[in-house]
Every structure is written in structure tokens, then in C-alpha cells.
């Protein structure tokens, strides 16, 4: 059975950089598709990065720009890295891959 769990997320202030990681339990990592999810306080989970293989992550959405993507397959890791974070980035992030959701890690973004 996979299991995908989040870490990474915190309390930061505006400007500041967070990288959220997905570590993948119960199957390899390998290439498979793995993607992050942002959903705010008030809406729901929107696609923010799909990451495709090692070297290869698309980026959507308001945080476009702002994101690097990375993989560990040694350590069956995702990571996102956030730059200039903004409070309108602050939600709950989640990951999904193998048709598995994460529990999700919290950013919050205040000053």
C-alpha cells in the first residue's frame, strides 16, 4: 500500500523561502508522476507543480515562477521549493501520486 507523507511547511514571513518534500512509502518513485496541490483556507485544492521526472516539473497557477522542483529517488523524495512567499500562498499543501493523497503539510505566510 503507498503512502505519501508531507513535511516541510511552517510558519514564515513574507519574502521568506520554505521546501516542501513528499516522501513516497511502499513503491519506488522511479519516474512517476508526482503533484502538489495548494488549497487555501476558503477554496479548494488547486494544481500548483507536476513533476514529471528528475529534471523535468511543470509549473502552474500564481505560484509560477516562485517554484523549484527537485527529486531524490535515492530517499523516494519530491521537494518544492518556494521563493518570495507571499501570505496569498498560505494554505495547506498536499501531494498526490499512485492515485494517493499525502495528509498534507501547513504554510503559513505572516508577518
Known amino acids: 500500500q503507498v503512502r505519501l507523507v508531507e513535511s516541510g511547511g511552517g510558519l514564515v514571513q513574507p519574502g521568506e523561502s520554505l521546501t516542501l518534500s513528499c516522501e513516497v512509502f511502499?513503491?519506488?518513485?522511479?519516474?512517476?508522476?508526482v503533484d502538489w496541490y495548494r488549497q487555501p483556507l476558503t477554496t479548494g485544492r488547486e494544481l500548483v507543480a507536476r513533476?514529471?521526472?528528475?529534471?523535468?516539473?511543470l509549473y502552474v497557477g500564481p505560484l509560477k515562477g516562485r517554484m523549484i522542483g527537485s527529486r531524490d529517488n535515492l530517499r523516494n523524495r519530491v521537494n518544492l521549493q518556494i521563493n518570495s512567499l507571499k501570505p496569498e500562498d498560505s494554505g495547506v499543501y498536499f501531494c498526490?501520486?499512485?492515485?494517493?493523497w499525502g495528509q498534507g503539510t501547513q504554510v503559513t505566510v505572516s508577518s
Open positions: 498526490n501520486a499512485f492515485n494517493v
Open positions: 511502499g513503491s519506488a518513485l522511479g519516474d512517476n508522476t
Open positions: 513533476s514529471f521526472s528528475r529534471d523535468r516539473t
